[in-house]
């Protein structure tokens, strides 16, 4: 009897001590994950808020409207983000705002596409995941003295599954590189990828296609 006791003494200190590291584990993907979201580029916003206020002396209107965007974009980082996860299509009018905001500094030369399905079938994704592909196109695909394109695509092929694709002309005074200091990076996107679709995702980078383009493609298992 003793030893049967004994037996499940240990047991339940066992299972006692599994979940506690089971939740000190939850807790530092968390810690990790939050600490990822939180390099976005803090710039964006500051530079934006820069452009809005440039604005306001020659259009009053176009202004408001851009510091509209800039107040939703920064209420679905700080608020709409906490739950871990959102809807795609809020995750599609971020990326559209974060585009509006940064064509208030380029010039006609630069061209910027976003194809996405109109509207997009609803799921759960993690939010900004998207962001620092984009974010890297505007960095290294734009340039003042030539033409340029920027292209984004995103598409629902079945309903569990995203695949994205963002593309930028290759500007030869730069040099992509998504793990540069600006930006989320390559290295801490893969890491943000592990850390919320372990083997559900596959990221193909092409650093130069024969259009001369740096190519990013990005397939999601979401359901």
Do not use: C
Request: hydrophobic share 45%; glycine share 4%; proline share 4%.
């Amino acid at each position: 009897v003793l030893g049967i006791a004994t037996a499940i003494t240990v047991v339940q200190h066992w299972q006692r001590e599994a979940q506690l590291r089971e939740r000190v584990d939850q807790q530092r993907t968390e810690a990790e994950l939050a600490l990822l979201k939180a390099q976005i580029n803090p710039h964006f916003f500051f530079n934006t808020l820069n452009n809005i206020y440039s604005l306001t002396l020659i259009d009053g209107e176009r202004a408001r409207a851009a510091l509209h965007r800039l107040s939703r974009m920064m209420r679905y980082v700080l608020y709409d983000t906490a739950a871990g996860h959102a809807q795609l299509s809020q995750e599609v009018a971020f990326v559209q705002d974060y585009i509006t905001l940064m064509q208030l500094r380029l010039t006609d030369r630069v061209q910027v596409v976003f194809e996405h399905p109109e509207p997009v079938r609803e799921v759960l994704i993690a939010p900004m995941i998207l962001l620092p592909f984009v974010e890297n196109a505007f960095k290294h695909g734009v340039a003042a003295t030539q033409a340029s394109r920027i292209t984004i695509s995103l598409k629902q092929p079945t309903p569990d599954r995203l695949e994205i694709e963002v593309r930028n002309t290759l500007v030869p005074t730069t040099s992509t590189d998504l793990a540069g200091s600006n930006g989320i990076g390559l290295v801490n996107t893969r890491r943000r990828l592990d850390l919320l679709y372990p083997g559900r995702y596959a990221l193909h980078v092409t650093e130069r296609t024969p259009d001369n383009e740096f190519d990013v493609q990005l397939a999601l298992q979401v359901g």
